[in-house]
């Protein structure tokens, strides 16, 4: 079973930015694509964004594109999402997902394995 722990979470102003971690309890998601999810009060769960097994290949929601970055280390499998000039649309709850195959789009199903999630509150 693969555990996933999202960190850097907190409360920002607009215009900040902020650095989410997705650390994993093994090392198997070093083959495995992973992607970051927000779900904001009241909407359903959203892909923000997704990265290959080898970070050669990343994948963004047309609402953060440009703004945020994804990104892998790996030597330890910790996966990054670089959130920059964070806006208040940008407060939810931030998930870690980790995809069974080399890598997986913007649905949710493709996914096999969750993070508890991190609040991200952006004040204006």
């Known amino acids: 079973q693969v555990q996933l722990q999202e960190s850097g979470g907190g409360l920002v102003q607009a215009g900040d930015a902020l650095t989410l971690s997705c650390g994993a309890s093994r090392r198997t998601t070093s083959n495995n694509g992973m992607g970051w999810f927000r779900h904001i009060p009241g909407k359903e769960r959203e892909f923000v964004a997704a990265i290959s097994w080898n970070g050669g290949n990343t994948y963004y929601a047309d609402a953060v594109k440009g703004r945020f970055t994804i990104s892998r280390s790996r030597p330890d499998g910790t996966v990054y999402l670089q959130i920059q000039t964070a806006k208040p649309e940008d407060t939810a709850i931030y998930f870690c997902?980790?995809?069974?195959?080399?890598?997986?789009?913007?649905?949710?199903?493709?996914?096999?394995?969750w993070g508890k999630g991190v609040q991200v509150t952006v004040s204006s």
């Open positions: 997902a980790a995809c069974r195959s080399a890598v997986c789009g913007s649905s949710a199903n493709g996914y096999a394995y």
